[in-house]
């Protein structure tokens, strides 16, 4: 917990959804994009650094939908231009079906890593990748 209270993550965003019995059975988290850790260019939108749904029949009640939708809500309401998430199928990296069922597109891909967005306004930048592999020295810690 210190480290969601450190200077650098002011702005982490963190929804937990629990149910009926007060368990936690899944969360989202989110930042500003400018402070993501993740080799992206996407100023004044969300990213989501991380979501997960524990149990599996908690899968199929929406709740990566509604924590999302929280994540959504909240950007809006900070007057962002979108969210945005990079997803892969590899470990450790979301899959991209969820954000798909949630009105995403791949807006960029580099490698097994895709870059899915939610724009609030069409005709906003969108943001993009930076590619890694050729600025190793200046690329952000976290693929």
Same mark, same amino acid.
């Given at each position: 917990? @210190?480290? *969601?209270?450190?200077?650098?993550?002011?702005?982490? #965003?963190?929804?937990?959804?629990?149910?009926?019995? %007060?368990?936690? /059975?899944?969360?989202? @988290?989110? /930042?500003?994009? @400018?402070?993501?850790?993740?080799? /992206?260019? &996407?100023?004044?939108?969300?990213?989501?650094? *991380?979501?997960?749904?524990?149990?599996?029949?908690? =899968?199929?009640? %929406?709740?990566? +939908? +509604?924590?999302?939708?929280? *994540?959504?809500?909240? &950007?809006?309401?900070?007057?962002?231009?979108?969210? *945005?998430?990079?997803?892969?199928? #590899?470990?450790?990296?979301? %899959?991209?079906?969820?954000? @798909?069922?949630?009105?995403?597109? =791949?807006?960029?891909?580099? #490698? =097994?890593?895709?870059?899915?967005?939610?724009?609030?306004?069409?005709? +906003?930048?969108?943001?993009?990748?930076?590619?890694?592999?050729?600025?190793?020295?200046?690329?952000?810690?976290?693929?």
């Amino acid at each position: 917990m @210190e480290w *969601c209270k450190k200077k650098d993550n002011k702005e982490l #965003g963190l929804k937990i959804a629990v149910n009926s019995l %007060n368990k936690q /059975i899944g969360f989202i @988290e989110y /930042i500003p994009a @400018e402070k993501a850790w993740r080799p /992206i260019i &996407a100023d004044n939108y969300f990213f989501i650094h *991380c979501i997960a749904v524990f149990a599996k029949e908690s =899968r199929n009640q %929406n709740v990566g +939908s +509604s924590l999302i939708k929280a *994540c959504e809500e909240k &950007a809006k309401n900070q007057n962002k231009l979108g969210v *945005c998430v990079m997803t892969s199928d #590899g470990p450790w990296i979301s %899959n991209k079906k969820l954000f @798909e069922k949630n009105g995403y597109s =791949r807006i960029d891909k580099l #490698g =097994r890593y895709e870059l899915m967005i939610k724009k609030f306004d069409p005709y +906003s930048t969108a943001p993009k990748l930076i590619n890694w592999k050729n600025n190793k020295k200046n690329t952000k810690v976290g693929i």
